[in-house]
T-cell receptor, first 109, second 112 residues
Framework: AQRVTQPEKLLSVFKGAPVELKCNYSYSGSPELFWYVQYSRQRLQLLLRHISRESIKGFTADLNKGETSFHLKKPFAQEEDSAMYYCALSHSGYSTLTFGKGTMLLVSP | EADIYQTPRYLVIGTGKKITLECSQTMGHDKMYWYQQDPGMELHLIHYSYGVNSTEKGDLSSESTVSRIRTEHFPLTLESARPSHTSQYLC???????????FGEGSWLTVV
């Protein structure tokens, strides 16, 4: 069975500090990994996916198959980054997503 | 505007009542989903559909039922609500070939 683990429920940093939100997964096949974000009073939305290898709002995430990780990173956190972040996994060829429990990121001034 | 809509956003009902949570999307997506999320917890897939007349149960067992008579609608029904059904229900959709899932704003259900 596929599983997504986000070990931190809450991550609190100061503005300008680097941020790393951890995500580990367990899956035997070829996974597709995503990061979703939910800002206060907004709906859950896609932040980025590993296939695109893109940087969104300064965030990047690299899929490490050896360590089965997909950590989300940003070199300099901003207050507007405060939100709930969910790591999610989809089996290639399937269309359902398995989510982690989420990590609340709080960026203080 | 192309979007995914959920109604009601908030509902408080008594035990034993029948309720239907509506979900509509105007994006022409084939695949639709219902996730359940308790406060502070992860999202659990409870139902999904690959198209009209297609419904499947998700990873989390749920007493709710769904139907997909039209592409744009994917309502979720609880025949007899119980306090254990109190949760947030999120509807989502995606295209047949795309791998981005779009979420609605959610329906908060409280059963008293």
């Amino acid at each position: 069975a596929q599983r997504v683990t986000q070990p931190e429920k809450l991550l609190s940093v100061f503005k300008g500090a680097p941020v790393e939100l951890k995500c580990n997964y367990s899956y035997s096949g070829s996974p597709e990994l995503f990061w979703y974000v939910q800002y206060s009073r907004q709906r859950l939305q896609l932040l980025l996916r590993h296939i695109s290898r893109e940087s969104i709002k300064g965030f990047t995430a690299d899929l490490n198959k050896g360590e089965t990780s997909f950590h989300l990173k940003k070199p300099f956190a901003q207050e507007e980054d405060s939100a709930m972040y969910y790591c999610a996994l989809s089996h290639s060829g399937y269309s359902t997503l398995t989510f982690g429990k989420g990590t609340m990121l709080l960026v203080s001034p | 505007e192309a979007d995914i809509y959920q109604t009601p956003r908030y509902l408080v009902i008594g035990t034993g009542k029948k309720i239907t949570l509506e979900c509509s999307q105007t994006m022409g997506h084939d695949k639709m989903y219902w996730y359940q999320q308790d406060p502070g917890m992860e999202l659990h897939l409870i139902h999904y559909s690959y198209g009209v007349n297609s419904t499947e149960k998700g990873d989390l067992s749920s007493e709710s039922t769904v139907s997909r008579i039209r592409t744009e609608h994917f309502p979720l029904t609880l025949e007899s609500a119980r306090p254990s059904h109190t949760s947030q229900y999120l509807c989502a959709s995606r295209t047949g070939s795309g791998n981005t899932i779009y979420f609605g704003e959610g329906s908060w259900l409280t059963v008293v």
